[in-house]
């Protein structure tokens, strides 16, 4: 079976700098968190706020979904981080 992202749930985590959501793999649980350097280079503009780190996230997440299986399919590990090296920006 192949990664999926059913739960479009994300969360902003300010101590680790990152967005974390979730994808599957059949019944595998696959973490995935995004950095916060990650979204600013695919939304440039974004502040610090919990409610901007989570719209850059959320305008910008077929690009992050797009990285996450690229990551997934590299190796098939339960947890992922994604970097700015990770996204491209303008990929929306």
């Known amino acids: 079976m192949a990664l999926n992202f059913p739960n479009?749930?994300?969360?902003?985590?300010?101590?680790?700098?990152c967005v974390s959501f979730w994808g599957s793999d059949?019944?595998?649980e696959i973490t995935f968190q995004v950095e916060i350097d990650a979204l600013r280079k695919l939304k440039p503009s974004v502040?610090?706020?919990?409610?901007?780190?989570?719209?850059?996230?959320?305008?910008?997440?077929?690009?992050?979904?797009?990285?996450?299986s690229t990551a997934y399919g590299r190796h098939?590990?339960?947890?992922?981080?994604?970097?700015?090296?990770?996204?491209s920006a303008g990929s929306r």
């Open 26 to 28: 059949a019944s595998l």
């Open 47 to 68: 502040g610090d706020s919990e409610a901007q780190m989570l719209e850059a996230f959320d305008q910008n997440r077929e690009a992050i979904l797009t990285a996450a």
């Open 76 to 87: 098939k590990a339960n947890y992922h981080r994604i970097t700015a090296a990770d996204v």
């Open 8 to 17: 479009p749930v994300r969360s902003f985590d300010p101590g680790r700098f």
